[in-house]
Nanobody, 123 residues
């Protein structure tokens, strides 16, 4: 399984970006999907997750500003980011998990990872 993230870039504070993550294979609709981010010198942190049934979960820091969604026909998960802040600057990673888990916010729950896409928010 391969994950390809895209859509990062440089944006001013208050702006928006949409990240995409294309997933190979036929089992995408059964995967739980997540977005994580990692800033320099910091640990990777949970951003958002969507289950196979489209239930969604968000970190408190992005709730109300970010929206995770999925398109099973396109094997793609999205992260719409609005009202961006400088503290959102990080490399963003998409991830997929094959099994149902309770703690969807821990990186260890995920089986497959994409490469990072850089998001930089200027003040």
């Amino acid at each position: 399984v391969q994950l390809q993230a895209s859509g990062g870039g440089l944006v001013q504070a208050g702006g928006s970006l949409r990240l995409s993550c294309a997933v190979s294979g036929r089992a995408f609709s059964t995967y739980g999907m997540g977005w994580f981010r990692q800033a320099p010198g910091k640990e990777r942190e949970f951003v958002a997750s969507i289950r196979w049934n489209s239930n969604t979960y968000y970190a408190d820091s992005v709730k109300g500003r970010f929206t995770i969604s999925r398109d099973n026909a396109k094997n793609t998960v999205y992260l719409q980011m609005n009202s961006l802040k400088p503290e959102d600057t990080a490399a963003y990673y998409c991830a997929a998990r094959r099994t149902l888990v309770v703690d969807i916010a821990t990186p260890k729950a995920y089986d497959y990872w994409g490469q990072g896409t850089q998001v930089t928010v200027s003040s």
